[in-house]
């Protein structure tokens, strides 16, 4: 849609709720651009990570508002302190998730923490190509695809642009979470108007109503969500995903460090929040240098990166039920057909869920009663 010159591409959605490119025919002129553009139909040249870090923000309000590590947030703040821009994400009105361009801090905000569906690219490829030619500093945050995406439009590397991907799962159509936000709204009685999947390591789904939460369930007790960790409902070109491999298409991969300690003891003060930060270019190097003053910064090896995270090594694997998903979906809507689908999923992880609290706590009430036993007698307990 950004690369054809004629506008002759708009975006539709199918019978599935997927959101495809339409085009117009009368305007269409056959250059071929949309096809060459396409981050499906040509791959962008990957790179193998240069290092690998452990990290976090080390402004600890910006990284509890973060899904992992708030490093995207610190590359937004490096950004608007050097008079460049951002493109992130952000729900408007309609809780469509668009990438928009953001010149001020508070405008960064709204970016942060993870929004578990497809975001609407619109024309930021565009106007993030105006800002580049006008020689601002533009950070570009994405899934691969997207990024990918961006590469082929603009066709040339620029010193001013900075991209980061994410380590990516795949994405589901923003028609699902509509449908799934309608149906909690009827049954809340109130309307939402921003949606939330993350904090800091912790998995919730909830909805706001001009900021008062309105609704809160754990992401076991949630069909969207649920859904969504389990691979039952993404894109189908996610599950057959080219760049969900170590290599990578930006100059820094953001993801959660969910192999930390398995090569190495990990030292960290903090146990939660502890993001993957793979530089891929020298420029990804050196703008990590840039942010070094604001950041936790651990250099680990490559290794335990790639093989403690999934999506680093191969694409999300289809749910077994996601043909019967897409059936139900057509005869009965998201609700019935998420729910059919993913319910032995739901209890057999919220009984999963039980156990690992019941024994978390249990393991703080030992903590505390030896800690009180040692401060009562002065002696050390086994
Ligand atoms: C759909 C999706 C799937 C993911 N799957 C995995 C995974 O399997 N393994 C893993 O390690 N990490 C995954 N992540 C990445 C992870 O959730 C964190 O975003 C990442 O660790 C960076 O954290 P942060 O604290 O630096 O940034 P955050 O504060 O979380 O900010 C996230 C950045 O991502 C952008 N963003 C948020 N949602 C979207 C979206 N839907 N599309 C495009 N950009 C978006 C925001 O605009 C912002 O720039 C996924 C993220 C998304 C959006």
């Given at each position: 849609?950004?690369?054809?010159?004629?506008?002759?591409?708009?975006?539709?959605?199918?019978?599935?709720?997927?959101?495809?490119?339409?085009?117009?025919?009368?305007?269409?002129?056959?250059?071929g651009?949309c096809?060459?553009?396409?981050?499906?139909?040509i791959?962008?040249?990957?790179?193998?990570?240069?290092?690998?870090?452990?990290?976090?923000?080390?402004?600890?309000?910006?990284?509890?508002?973060?899904?992992?590590?708030?490093?995207?947030?610190?590359?937004?703040?490096?950004?608007?302190?050097?008079?460049?821009?951002?493109?992130?994400?952000?729900?408007?009105?309609?809780?469509?998730?668009?990438?928009?361009?953001?010149?001020?801090?508070?405008?960064?905000e709204?970016?942060?923490s993870?929004?578990?569906?497809?975001?609407?690219?619109?024309?930021?490829?565009?106007?993030?190509?105006?800002?580049?030619?006008?020689?601002?500093?533009?950070?570009?945050?994405?899934?691969?695809?997207?990024?990918?995406?961006?590469?082929?439009?603009?066709?040339?590397?620029?010193?001013?642009?900075?991209?980061?991907?994410?380590?990516?799962?795949?994405?589901?159509?923003?028609?699902?979470?509509?449908?799934?936000?309608?149906?909690l709204?009827?049954k809340?009685?109130?309307?939402?108007?921003?949606?939330?999947?993350?904090?800091?390591?912790?998995?919730?789904?909830?909805?706001?109503?001009?900021g008062?939460?309105?609704?809160?369930?754990?992401?076991?007790?949630?069909?969207?969500?649920?859904?969504?960790?389990?691979?039952?409902?993404?894109?189908?070109?996610?599950?057959?995903?080219?760049?969900?491999?170590?290599?990578?298409?930006?100059?820094?991969?953001?993801?959660?460090?969910?192999g930390?300690?398995?090569?190495?003891?990990?030292?960290?003060?903090k146990?939660?929040?502890?993001?993957?930060?793979?530089?891929?270019?020298e420029?990804?190097?050196?703008?990590?240098?840039?942010?070094?003053?604001?950041?936790?910064?651990?250099?680990?090896s490559?290794?335990?990166?790639?093989?403690?995270?999934?999506?680093?090594?191969?694409?999300?694997?289809?749910?077994?039920?996601?043909?019967?998903?897409?059936?139900?979906?057509?005869?009965?809507?998201?609700?019935?057909?998420?729910?059919?689908?993913?319910?032995?999923?739901?209890k057999k992880?919220?009984?999963?869920?039980?156990?690992?609290?019941?024994?978390?706590?249990?393991?703080?009430?030992?903590?505390?009663?030896?800690?009180?036993?040692?401060?009562?007698?002065?002696?050390?307990?086994?």
């Amino acid at each position: 849609m950004n690369a054809c010159p004629k506008e002759a591409i708009s975006i539709s959605y199918d019978i599935n709720g997927l959101m495809l490119p339409k085009i117009d025919q009368e305007k269409c002129v056959n250059c071929g651009l949309c096809t060459r553009t396409c981050p499906v139909n040509i791959t962008v040249e990957k790179k193998a990570p240069l290092k690998a870090y452990a990290a976090w923000n080390l402004d600890d309000k910006k990284h509890a508002l973060s899904s992992s590590g708030g490093l995207a947030r610190a590359m937004y703040d490096y950004a608007i302190d050097n008079g460049g821009v951002c493109y992130g994400t952000r729900f408007d009105e309609n809780l469509d998730l668009r990438i928009v361009r953001a010149d001020k801090r508070e405008e960064i905000e709204e970016f942060q923490s993870s929004k578990y569906v497809q975001a609407i690219v619109g024309d930021s490829f565009k106007q993030a190509e105006d800002d580049l030619k006008m020689g601002l500093l533009v950070v570009y945050v994405g899934t691969p695809c997207q990024i990918a995406g961006l590469k082929n439009y603009l066709k040339k590397d620029y010193d001013n642009l900075i991209t980061a991907d994410l380590i990516c799962h795949g994405v589901p159509s923003i028609k699902y979470l509509h449908e799934h936000v309608e149906h909690l709204e009827k049954k809340i009685g109130k309307k939402a108007d921003n949606v939330k999947f993350r904090g800091v390591y912790n998995f919730k789904m909830s909805l706001f109503n001009k900021g008062e939460l309105i609704y809160c369930k754990d992401r076991w007790q949630d069909t969207y969500f649920t859904g969504f960790l389990e691979s039952l409902f993404y894109r189908p070109n996610c599950y057959e995903c080219s760049y969900a491999c170590p290599e990578r298409v930006s100059d820094i991969t953001l993801g959660d460090f969910w192999g930390i300690g398995k090569e190495k003891t990990f030292n960290s003060p903090k146990v939660n929040g502890v993001s993957v930060v793979l530089p891929l270019t020298e420029k990804g190097l050196d703008f990590i240098e840039k942010m070094k003053d604001k950041l936790y910064l651990e250099e680990r090896s490559v290794s335990e990166a790639v093989n403690g995270n999934d999506q680093l090594n191969r694409p999300s694997r289809l749910h077994a039920n996601t043909s019967r998903f897409i059936e139900m979906y057509h005869e009965n809507g998201f609700e019935k057909a998420a729910f059919e689908s993913i319910k032995e999923d739901m209890k057999k992880n919220q009984a999963k869920k039980r156990k690992s609290d019941r024994l978390h706590l249990q393991a703080k009430v030992k903590w505390k009663i030896v800690n009180t036993f040692r401060k009562i007698t002065g002696r050390g307990v086994k």
